[in-house]
């Protein structure tokens, strides 16, 4: 079992900036793939970044140019660095983290923490 806590959320200006933390219980986060995603109201989740075991990184278009993710291995943490942030950025973000295997896909999310955009 996973645990994965976000923190930073809050609200902010147009403009302005957030960094998103997400710490993992479990020693063995550094072989997981871990994302952001993120949910408006009345609105499905969707895909904000990933970050692979291997530091790869995927960043939905939205968000290119604006947000990066990072892992701190032995944290146990990953980070979302959103800057320029737009009244639509506005949502719910959630951490994810995944492991696919021949046998199973274990995958754990967070609680989500609120990112609001408005001035």
């Known amino acids: 079992q996973v645990q994965l806590v976000e923190s930073g959320g809050g609200l902010v200006q147009p403009g302005g900036s957030l960094r998103l933390s997400c710490a993992a219980s479990r020693s063995i986060f550094s072989i997981y793939t871990m994302g952001w995603y993120r949910q408006a109201p009345g609105q499905q989740r969707e895909l904000v970044a990933t970050i692979t075991s291997g530091g790869s990184t995927n960043y939905a278009d939205s968000v290119k140019g604006r947000f990066t993710i990072s892992r701190d291995n032995a944290k146990n943490t990953v980070y979302l660095q959103m800057n320029s942030l737009k009244p639509e950025d506005t949502a719910v973000y959630y951490c994810?983290?995944?492991?696919?295997?021949?046998?199973?896909?274990?995958?754990?999310w967070g609680q989500g923490t609120q990112v609001t955009v408005s001035s």
């Open positions: 994810n983290a995944r492991r696919t295997t021949v046998v199973r896909t274990y995958e754990y």
